[in-house]
């Protein structure tokens, strides 16, 4: 057995029942064997038993009170997988879905997505099982006190660094972070993005969508071509995908679906993003209505069959492993020439697999969805120097970022004769500099 082999198989033994961890796992470990190939000191230190270990796992009771005065308690997580490079960076999901095993393999993909972006940040993740459909304000707030009652004692500007994920988006965290401040009594940079009115960013808010389009602009951009005239499919319909549609249709593509977890809409004219954005972000209503509101758009109940759809390219932008084998295979058979993954792992392996056969060009989540976290790095450098830049500063940065990523991504798999394999790309190059950094470090 390799020492890849042994790493993964002790992994599966050591964490039994977290399929998500295993998968993201595997993924990248099995991609790094020619570097660890190249590099026997790495066995000797204990570096990938070491990486694939979080530094920390923090699990806490989050009990709160719901409107009709009856308790309710949650289950609370943050995973601080990895500060090598930098303190802890990573979002905070809302879902009825979370447990340990997604937030593991959450933060293991982070660790290597904020080693991509050049910038000093390691790798965490957190959340909790609460699912904020349906809840009033006050029990958003209540909840998101009380979870930050419990966190507050682990995080820090310059230890760790929670931003939003499914579930958690400006609203939720203003409350999280008035509660740090409440508790701890300092206004510093614990959170990003926050809010323009007390520290936060500008294109925070859009960075992962625009940064999603920016690398895949460019990678169609060296093969000559441009998303002009371009059939666009997205899924999910919250922050990510609501702002890659607006970059995709600035850039004269045209976005024909977008789907919520009930269902998706077709509009075969083109999205009218205005409509989607007042159901989803200010209503907060379904995707369902869309098709009420907008002649000639149709709603389709379940959402995998999204992918049904034909177009030259695909975007998902809602959650892990939206896209099996099946979609896949469908999404070649209809002509798809690029799919970047806004979301994370939303590809099983076998659709990575299917895309890759098929020479679909596949960027995956840790390099096409990298600036969301890229910009909440500069929004870190903005508060810690106490600075506001322009929108145009910060977007020109984001998508310098986006491009070097891509170019870093090329040239690793070309590095290892992996050429036009951008997992292996991605995952090569975000390794090397956190290998690096824990090499130097010791064993620690
Ligand atoms: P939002 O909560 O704003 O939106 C999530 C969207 O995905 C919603 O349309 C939601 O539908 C849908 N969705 C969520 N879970 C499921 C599910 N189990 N099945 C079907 N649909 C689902 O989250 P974001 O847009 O912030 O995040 C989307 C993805 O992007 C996630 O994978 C996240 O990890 C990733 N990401 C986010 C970043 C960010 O900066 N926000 C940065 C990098 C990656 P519904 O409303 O019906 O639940
Ligand atoms: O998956 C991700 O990269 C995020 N949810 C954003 C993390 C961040 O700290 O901005």
Redesign the pocket.
Known sequence: MTYVERVLEKLKTENPGEPEFHQAATEILTTLAPVIERHPEYEKAGLLERFVEPERVIMFRVPWVDDKGEVQVNKGYRVEFNSAIGPY???L?FHPSVNLSIIKF?GL??IL??SLTGLP?GGG?GGANFDPKGKSDGEIMRFCQSFMTELQRHIGADTD?????IGVGGREIGYLFGEYKRIRDEHVGVL??RGLSYGGSLV?TE??GYGLVYITEEALKVRGDSFKGKTVVISGSGNVAIYACQKVQQLGGKVVAMYDSNGYIYDGNGINLDVVRDLKEVKRARIKEYADIVKGATYTEGCSRIWTIPCDIALPCATQNEIDKTSAETLVKNGVKYVAEGA?MPSTLDAIDVFQKAGVVFLP?KAA??G??A???LEMAQSSGRMFWSFEEVDSKLKGIMVNIYHAMENSAKEYGYEGNYVMGANIAGFMKVADAMMAQGVV
């Open positions: 960076k990573g979002g999901r959450l993909e982070q997505k904020n940040i993740k660094v929670p931003a939003g994920d990003t993005g925070r960075a992962t994370n989540a969805n990298a969301g976290v910009t909440s790095a």
